[in-house]
Structures are given as structure tokens and as C-alpha cells.
């Protein structure tokens, strides 16, 4: 594919979204910034959201998972509707209530300082690192396709990849991506649907040929040690929902955007639905791209295997370019939103700044791209497995400490010993990665992301040793 078709197609996209930037982000308080002043239309931030779920890491490793994994990743998606169903009708209606900008303001509210310190802190970790994932993907198929012929650095390539994302995030925060979001995933949908379109013709197939394949198994019951076994993918779902989504500032600061509660919970319910045929749209692309490497003996697996058959002109330009949209489309709606999310939060957690300090705040937003490009860059050194794997994995280390505090805090009425909260948040992830490393050695199997519900409950438990007999929260 030539390198000029896709500077081309880059350079419209990104001006398109900095021109949305210029006509949403003329009233940059902070206020706006954080919340959109709460005018986002529900069914707007419903459709953005599934680009910010889905991101660049759906859009490769999804599909480049299949041969391992056939369907069962769907599994998984079951479970997310149920975690969403708590979101709407447990955290929603919590959030509103307290008014929150930043949801961990729940956590002072119910336990103290340093509990509330704590959780800010995992979600930073936690979103930086998933943020780092996802973007290290479209700034490696940039290398691969574009840069490595123009001998650009890949560090090069990093700092443009984060560069475009501030350019139209600085000034209108959340009341930009909103509608940022809304367009990336449109494009998004649009190139893997007319992909799968072309291939189907291509193959000459048929529509059953995109669910009744080798790869297709979607149920599995047999062995519950087998990391693909129903029940263990369903509640990992469920837990990675609530986490990810539910106690994730970056996918609440969009729904608190929302004019109101119902509001809010019309687009959760609704973007949960559409998540599920989204997700399996992208199973089927993953099966129709090996049978096609099967037929034309490409090699390429996993994350490598859709930008293989993308650029290698066979299909065609237009799948090409179609690939290079969706990638960033998918790449951008969850880094944007991450990026913005990550400066409300330690603006509002760390820094309580107000509405009108936005020199302040543009200079966290800045500090946040260079700490995104030195992630990346370190990231980019240790890689070694399917991205979607590793991005599960970190965040069942990461957020198991919000779920642990998030479901003490909700399903009990203790108080406790704050100052100690931040060395069980620490000792959790630690014992969860010792028991991970040994657990096919002492137990005979080994975990797979449903060690997210073992990291909260480890943080549960040790949550009850901190307990003050004597008192009881009254909230």
C-alpha cells in the first residue's frame, strides 16, 4: 500500500477531529472540561462509548485471538451485561447522588483520606498502563506500514501518535470527546463491517460461514480448569465490567456528563446491548482472517495476523485503508477519552483544582502525554504476548484494590482503620501474583482473568482486619 494514501487518509481524519475540537472546546473552564457543564446527550455518549470499550486492542487482538480461543471470548461479553446491569442500578444512582466529579470522591466520603487517595491512585496506574497498550499498537502498525521506510524512530512515531491526541483534547476535555468519540466509532464499525464484506465476497462465502466455522465454539463446559470454561470467563466478565467500566473514572466521567441519572442509565443499557452484537462482529472477522491465511498460507497469528492480511495489497487498497481507519478510529476513542479522564482525576484527587484554574490543568493534561510516550516506550521493550491478554491481566492486579474497597465500602458498614488502607491495596496484587506464578504447581490449574475477583476479595478480607469495633458508617 502506498505510503501517501494513508498520510492522506491520517491527515483528513485528524482534521476532521481538531475541527470538532474547535467548535466544542470555546468555553475551556474547567467545568467543561471535567463534565461537559452535563448537556451530553445520553444516546450520543451510548455511541462513542463502544469505541472507548472496544479500542485499538478489540480491533487487533479480538480478531488475532480466535485461533487459540475460537469464540469464547464471548463468554466474556455475557458477563459484561450483567456487570453493566449493576452499574446502572447500583454505582449510577450513587454517583448522582453524591454529585461526584470524580468518582473516588466516594471513597473519602466513606472511609478517609487515604482510602480515597488509594483508589485514585490504581485508576491512574491502571489507566496509564491500558492507555500505554492500546496506543502502542496503532504507533506499531504506523512503524510497520509508513515510518520504517521513511527510517522515522519508532520514539518518533510515538510522540506524533501522542501529539494528535492533544491537539484536539487540551482545550474542551469531556464535552470534546463526546462527540470525538461518537465519529471514531462510527468509522470504526464501518471499516470492520465493509472488511468482513470484502472478504465474504472475496471467499465467495456465505453468512453462515461467519458463525458455523472451526473457530466458532462459543460455549464451554467440560473443564473447569481449562481457562476457556464458562463459568470462569462469565465471572471474570461480570468483575472486569464492573471495574473497567464502574469504577473506572475515564467510562463514568462520560455517563456523569449526562443531564441526569436516568439519562445515564438509558445509555448504559443501551450500549451494553450493542456492545454484544459489536464484539461478535469482530469474532467473525478474526475466524474469516484465518480461513483466508489458511487459504493463501499466511502465517501471521494473533495480533499480527489482520495488519498482515490489511497491508499486503491483496485485498486490495480499499481493505487497507479501511484497516488504517479503524485501527486509529478504535486506537483514539479510548486513548482520547484515558487521556482526559487521567487529568480530571488527578486534577480533582490530588490537586483539588476549581473551575477556573485551567493553566493548571492544561499543564497536568500535558504531563500525562509525556508519561504516556515514556510507557509506551517501555512497553514497547518488554511485549511479548496478544496485548488484549496482557491488558486483562494488568487490570486484575490493578483494579482488584477498587473492587475490594468499592465492595466493602457498598456492602458493608464498618468503618475502618484508613491509614492502613494503602498497605492492603499493595499486599493484595502481591499475594494474587505469588499465588498466580505457583497455582498450577499447588492447585493443579492455572488462573486466567478471574484473578481480578480473587485480587478484591484478597483486598476484601484484608479490609475486615481494619475494622473499628466501635463504630459503623451511618451514610
Given at each position: ?40 446527550p ?17 480491533f487487533?487482538?479480538v ?25 446502572a442500578?447500583?454505582l ?22 487515604w ?36 527510517h ?36 470504526m ?31 464451554f ?8 470454561y ?13 471495574v ?8 463514568m ?11 445515564a ?5 443501551w ?36 495488519p498482515?492480511?490489511?497491508?499486503n495489497?491483496?485485498l486490495?487498497i480499499v481493505?487497507?485503508l479501511?484497516?488504517?481507519l479503524?485501527?486509529i ?19 480533582i ?5 476549581n473551575?477556573?484554574q ?8 500535558f504531563?500525562?502525554?509525556v ?8 512497553f514497547?521493550a518488554?511485549n ?14 490493578t483494579y ?5 474497597l ?13 491509614g492502613?488502607?494503602p ?5 493484595a ?18 488462573f ?24 459503623k458508617?451511618s451514610?
Amino acid at each position: 500500500m502506498q505510503n501517501t494514501y494513508i498520510i492522506i487518509t491520517i491527515i483528513s481524519y485528524f482534521s476532521i477531529l481538531v475541527l470538532i475540537s474547535f467548535f466544542t472546546g470555546k468555553h475551556d473552564d474547567n467545568k467543561t472540561f471535567f463534565l461537559g457543564n452535563k448537556q451530553s446527550p445520553w444516546f450520543v455518549v451510548a455511541f462513542g462509548m463502544i469505541g472507548t470499550s472496544l479500542s485499538g486492542v478489540t480491533f487487533i487482538s479480538v480478531p488475532g485471538w480466535v485461533d487459540s480461543t475460537q469464540f469464547s471470548y464471548m463468554q466474556m461479553v455475557l458477563g459484561y451485561l450483567f456487570g453493566y446491569l449493576v452499574i446502572a442500578t447500583v454505582l449510577m444512582p450513587l454517583y448522582y447522588r453524591l454529585n461526584l466529579t470524580s468518582i473516588y470522591g466516594y471513597l473519602e466520603q466513606r472511609f478517609g483520606f487515604w482510602s480515597y487517595k488509594t483508589g485514585a491512585f490504581f485508576f491512574l496506574l491502571s489507566r496509564t498502563i491500558g492507555a500505554a497498550f492500546r496506543l502502542y499498537l496503532v504507533a506499531m502498525v504506523l512503524q510497520l506500514i509508513v515510518f520504517d521506510a521513511w527510517h522515522v524512530p519508532f520514539f518518533v512515531t510515538v510522540i506524533i501518535t501522542i501529539l494528535l491526541i492533544w491537539l484536539y483534547t487540551f482545550k474542551g476535555g469531556i464535552k470534546t470527546i463526546i462527540w470525538t468519540d461518537t465519529l471514531q466509532t462510527l468509522f470504526m464499525l464501518l471499516a470492520v463491517i465493509m472488511t468482513v464484506i470484502l472478504i465474504v465476497n472475496h471467499m465467495d462465502l456465505t453468512v453462515k460461514d461467519l458463525y458455523d466455522n472451526e473457530y466458532s465454539q462459543i460455549f464451554f463446559f467440560e473443564d473447569w480448569r481449562d481457562p476457556k470454561y464458562f463459568f470462569r470467563q462469565f465471572l471474570a466478565g461480570a468483575f472486569m465490567a464492573i471495574v473497567m467500566t464502574g469504577l473506572d473514572q475515564d467510562m463514568m466521567q462520560k455517563n456523569l456528563s449526562c443531564k441526569n441519572l436516568k439519562a445515564a442509565q438509558k445509555n448504559m443499557f443501551w450500549f451494553s446491548i450493542i456492545l454484544v452484537f459489536v464484539n461478535f462482529v469482530f469474532l467473525a472477522l478474526g475466524a474469516l482472517l484465518y480461513q483466508y491465511a489458511n487459504l493463501k498460507g499466511i502465517t501471521a497469528t494473533g495480533d499480527n495476523l489482520y495488519p498482515m492480511i490489511a497491508i499486503n495489497g491483496e485485498l486490495g487498497i480499499v481493505v487497507g485503508l479501511l484497516f488504517i481507519l479503524g485501527l486509529i478510529a478504535a486506537a483514539y476513542s479510548s486513548a482520547d477519552s484515558a487521556l482526559t479522564a487521567l487529568t480530571t482525576s488527578f486534577s480533582i484527587d490530588f490537586l483539588k483544582l476549581n473551575e477556573h484554574q485551567v493553566k493548571l490543568r492544561q499543564l497536568v493534561h500535558f504531563g500525562f502525554s509525556v508519561l504516556l510516550i515514556i510507557v509506551i516506550l517501555v512497553f514497547k521493550a518488554i511485549n511479548d504476548q496478544s496485548i488484549i491478554s496482557m491488558l486483562f491481566t494488568v487490570a486484575s492486579y490493578t483494579y482488584g484494590p477498587l473492587l475490594g474497597l468499592y465492595a466493602f465500602g457498598l456492602f458493608t458498614k464498618w468503618q475502618i482503620k484508613d491509614g492502613y488502607v494503602p498497605i492492603v491495596a499493595i499486599l493484595a496484587p502481591l499475594i494474587c501474583y505469588i499465588l498466580n506464578i505457583n497455582s498450577e504447581q499447588w492447585f493443579g490449574f492455572k488462573f486466567g482473568f478471574e484473578l481480578l475477583i480473587v485480587n478484591g476479595l484478597f483486598t476484601f478480607f484484608g479490609l475486615l482486619l481494619l475494622i473499628k469495633l466501635e463504630t459503623k458508617f451511618s451514610g
